[in-house]
């Protein structure tokens, strides 16, 4: 079955046709948007699969909705429960605007998971069937991730003008790629925690399902190590923008609830000046050479004592956050910080190191041995790649910069898997629809093998903080990223746009009435009632 198939069951083609444009012409009226464009499932991200079984809507009650789990042990589960606390909160804030137009009446939504006991990662199970029948919408799911997915869905196809969900006979949905993240950057301009748990909210409406925490860099230290406490106490911005190990929990927890996974970023070699403050003769010393035109550059490799204390921070950080993947940067590395210290190039001599790409691939080697020995997995920039290092087989390769099927086609011939962020950083902004030229982008437009193409795992928003604050992050994010994270979930051949620019319509206006500020995607005022009501 292909996954744009919507079939009507029991007819003819030609039934099956005439049926379909009578419920196109229906569906049209029943939207609450006035676009010349219409879809009876208006979702984001778009299905995979799923059929209707009829033209007739059948009313959501939600003045009686109520949630029905099995097993029932999940009714203790912190994230089934709040899941549900999460959609009763979103349904109920609904209230229809019309009269009741259908007989069909549904006031209870069936939970069924299979694996419950099954716990977040990068390859946890979160499909899910949604069907309507009866007098219950039911989902099913192998996780308690899948229910959240299905639940999403539910959500978005209901109609608030007439509280009406289409007559769904099937949906079976699955995530095209594993990972689907999202970049915040909290060392430019400090995020509140109120700030992440919004964007967490945003991106599981999207579903998206990991949150890239590129958390320091050279501006700003605002995680409060246990092992190094002066690192935030003398590089954070000042004592009320930093990350307590509480807070830290509290976001992984949240994140947790909504199906995310926190991937942490400490970037080294490179965009470690604020690290300096803190440890001394841990950086490069070039007078006027180094970052921002200051005397001091990257990490200092020549230094014994700079791996005992990358052992120790890093020890530490696998330990509070659970993800199995950390991200260690490895970007932007300046060499002629290190071509100017006369005494790291004796150092150099003295080692046998010829080049300073030799002595990047040093670095970064013993730092991988580091991470090794702590038995994690890891993500680098593409410059440890690109620049010949000699990395692991298990090295997962983020590519970031231009040329960027190039390569991703040398990454996946060498053998390494590989995460897409080049064409999708949103912290670039164009005038008018520039979410087109995120969704237009296929990441496995690469020349590669079937199997290479196979170490593609996905792809990642980027939304880098030099000029995003708590001021802006959620509307220059939303709905932007929501082409990417279509393009991520859905279908490689779910490409309409002016059906995408329908359903992203509607769609965010449904983030806005969930307390997510989305920017407007359309040049004129959307008119529907989820819109007027809370726009």
Same mark, same amino acid.
């Given at each position: ?48 699969? &799923? ?15 109520? &949630? ?92 608030? %003008? ?7 006979? !099937? ?14 950057? %909290? ?58 190990? #509480? ?30 403050? #803190? ?38 950080? !696998? ?95 060498g053998g390494f898997r590989t995460i897409l962020s080049s064409p999708w950083y949103l912290n670039y902004i164009t005038f008018s629809r520039d979410w087109k030229k995120y969704y237009e982008v296929e990441p496995l437009n690469i020349t590669a093998t079937t199997e290479e193409k196979k170490l593609v795992i996905g792809g990642e ?5 030099? &000029? ?8 220059? %994010? ?34 806005? #009435?969930?307390?997510?500020? #989305? ?17």
């Open positions: 079955k292909q996954w744009y198939q919507r079939r009507v069951r029991g007819h003819t083609r030609k039934m099956r046709l005439l049926l379909l444009v009578v419920l196109f012409c229906t569906v049209h009226a029943l939207q609450d948007t006035d676009k010349s464009v219409s879809n009876p499932l208006p979702v984001v991200p778009y299905p995979q699969y &799923f059929e209707i079984s009829s033209a007739s809507r059948v009313f959501l009650d939600l003045d009686e909705l109520s &949630f029905t789990v099995n097993p029932a042990s999940l009714y203790e589960d912190r994230v089934i429960s709040s899941t549900i606390s999460r959609y009763e909160t979103y349904f109920t804030s609904l209230k229809r605007l019309a009269p009741r137009q259908s007989d069909d009446i549904i006031s209870s939504v069936r939970l069924i998971v299979a694996d419950p006991e099954a716990s977040l990662s990068l390859n946890v199970d979160e499909s899910y069937n949604l069907t309507v029948g009866g007098e219950a919408v039911e989902i099913r799911a192998v996780t308690r991730f899948g229910i959240i997915r299905g639940l999403e869905t539910l959500y978005q196809a209901y109609n608030v %003008t007439d509280g009406t969900i289409p007559d769904i006979g !099937v949906i079976r949905d699955w995530p095209r790629f594993g990972f689907r993240g999202l970049l915040i950057d %909290t060392s430019r301009h400090f995020l509140h925690l109120s700030s992440i748990f919004k964007v967490i909210s945003g991106m599981a409406m999207i579903k998206l399902n990991v949150l890239h925490w590129h958390i320091v860099d050279d501006p700003s230290f605002p995680y409060t190590s246990r092992s190094l406490p002066d690192l935030s106490e003398k590089g954070a911005y000042d004592p009320g923008h930093k990350y307590s190990q #509480a807070d830290i929990q509290r976001v992984i927890a949240f994140a947790e609830e909504h199906g995310v996974v926190v991937m942490p970023e400490f970037d080294t070699p490179g965009h470690t000046l604020s690290w300096g403050k #803190a440890l001394a003769n841990f950086l490069t010393y070039c007078p006027g050479k180094g970052t921002f035109g200051g005397d001091y550059g990257p990490i200092d490799p020549s230094k014994e004592h700079v791996y005992q204390l990358l052992e120790k921070l890093f020890s530490e950080i !696998v330990r509070v956050f659970p993800s199995e993947m950390i991200h260690l940067g490895g970007d932007e590395v300046p060499f002629n910080c290190w071509k100017a210290n006369p005494d790291l190039v004796a150092w150099m001599k003295q080692k046998g190191i010829v080049g300073f790409d030799k002595l990047e691939n040093y670095y970064e080697n013993r730092l991988l041995d580091i991470i090794h020995g702590l038995n994690h997995s890891y993500v680098v920039w593409e410059e440890i790649f690109t620049n010949k290092l000699q990395i692991r087989p298990d090295t997962i390769v983020h590519v970031w910069k231009g040329n960027w099927e190039t390569t991703m086609a040398k990454v996946v011939k928003a980027c939304m880098w903080g030099e &000029f995003v604050d708590n001021s802006n992050v959620l509307s220059r %994010t939303f709905p932007r990223a929501s082409a990417v994270a279509e393009r991520l979930w859905s279908h490689e051949k779910q490409r309409d746009e002016p059906d995408m620019e329908f359903r992203l319509d509607k769609h965010r206006c449904g983030m806005c #009435a969930r307390g997510i500020p #989305a920017e407007t995607v359309v040049s004129t005022q959307s008119t529907g009632e989820l819109c007027l009501r809370f726009l």
